[in-house]
């Protein structure tokens, strides 16, 4: 699923299709200029304002192989001033456009779907303000991540967790998902999430809590009828790591089983209903969790497939929402003027991608560096 196209004329295409903010007279710096400039420098770990111009200024030369920069590198107030001022609406569809770009998905790929506050995009005085008394939120970032390609295919920003709801939908639009396997935490679990899924060919497994009283109640219900029957479909997976013993014991019920006030028929697709009892065992201390989650889907597979993509989903969180905390200090960022936080979330995911997609078995921190170090590791990064 590797593009012909040269990876870095696509990037600079997308970038053409964000249109730049400023009035005429202010266009000193081309944005695409700038853009370009923003990119490499995280692309090589340089996330400050500041940092940004020094890496722009010792790799002029560099730049100007791909963008004439006839007047320079701006400043770093000009590069803030700018992605700040860029329509995050459209910058997100811009990178959704170019991450998906000749991708074509396989029959059964695994797309998580959740979201990640920006925890440095309002101060801690804030988020404890009422909005009322001019108090903001963090903003709310929703993330589509496909495991299989090691990919962030979309970013949508939202106000809030909550609005997850309503942002999902959207996103989904944005995607091709056909006979892809669509899996959310519990905050997406929504009838009008699960029509849109199955109405563009995908499939779904949703996690179930009190947001959902009834069906929750029901799968508890169901499950707890099925005790006795040694012949469920079943299965135990048990794993030591990390000083913790884990056991994820997974059963699965066709949804005909769950009690007729459970609503079934206002779910679409829905075929499956399955329960996960996990126990964890700290091997240090002795200390036992428990804990029991509910799922529904689409999907009519057994329990160990179903076992094997639910704890899939969590690669959302260990291998995406980690690296841009741990690697790109995504949580530290104090970038919180107009739309900058948003703007440079999504270049950060620029950034990731291009280098998740840099085969060689390094870290990403590692392959940061070379990219700050050498140019050929750097254009080999942008697929130049």
């Known amino acids: 699923m590797e593009s012909t196209q040269n990876r870095l004329y ?96 396989p029959q059964g790929t695994v797309i998580s779907i959740d979201g990640k506050k920006l925890r440095g995009s309002a101060t801690k005085k804030e988020q404890q303000t009422p909005h009322a008394q001019g108090g903001k939120s963090a903003i709310h970032v929703v ?93 135990l997976w048990e794993v030591k790591n990390h000083g913790r013993k884990e056991s994820r014991l997974c059963r699965v019920l066709p949804a005909e089983r769950l009690p007729s006030w459970g609503q079934v028929p206002d779910w679409k697709g829905l075929k499956s209903v399955v329960e996960i009892q996990s126990q964890r065992t700290v091997l240090s201390t002795g200390v036992i969790e428990n804990e029991t989650r509910y799922y529904i889907s689409s999907l009519t597979v057994d329990a160990p497939a179903f076992n094997r993509l639910i ?39 620029m950034a990731l991608n291009l280098l998740k997609a840099q085969t060689e078995k390094i870290s990403i921190n590692r392959k940061r560096n070379k990219c700050a170090l050498s140019d050929q590791y750097r254009e080999k990064t942008l697929r130049i």
């Open 10 to 105: 696509s990037l600079l295409e997308a970038f053409r299709s964000v249109e730049d903010p400023r009035i005429d007279r202010s266009k000193l710096y081309p944005l695409i200029e700038i853009l370009f400039l923003t990119t490499s420098a995280v692309l090589s770990g340089f996330e400050e304002w500041d940092e940004i111009v020094d890496f722009g200024e010792e790799k002029f030369d560099w730049l100007r192989k791909y963008l004439s920069y006839e007047n320079g590198i701006p400043s770093h107030d000009t590069v803030n001033r700018v992605i700040s001022m860029i329509d995050y609406r459209v910058f997100e569809e811009c990178f959704i456009n170019w991450a998906t770009m000749d991708i074509e998905l």
């Open 311 to 349: 704890r899939s989903h969590w690669n959302v969180e260990n291998q995406l929402h980690w690296s841009l905390d741990v690697i790109f200090g995504e949580d530290q960022s104090r970038k919180r003027i107009r739309n900058a936080a948003q703007n440079f979330s999504t270049i950060r995911k």
């Open 143 to 235: 993330h589509a991540w496909c495991h299989e390609l090691q990919l962030c295919l979309a970013q949508y920003k939202t106000e809030t967790k909550s609005n997850e709801i309503t942002a999902i939908p959207v996103m989904l639009d944005f995607l091709e998902i056909s006979g892809c396997i669509i899996t959310l935490d519990a905050m997406g679990c929504q009838k009008t999430i699960a029509e849109k899924i199955v109405d563009k060919g995908g499939d779904y497994i949703m996690g179930l809590k009190d947001n959902q009283e009834a069906l929750s109640l029901a799968a508890f219900t169901a499950f707890s009828e099925q005790k006795e029957q040694v012949n469920a479909d079943k299965e």
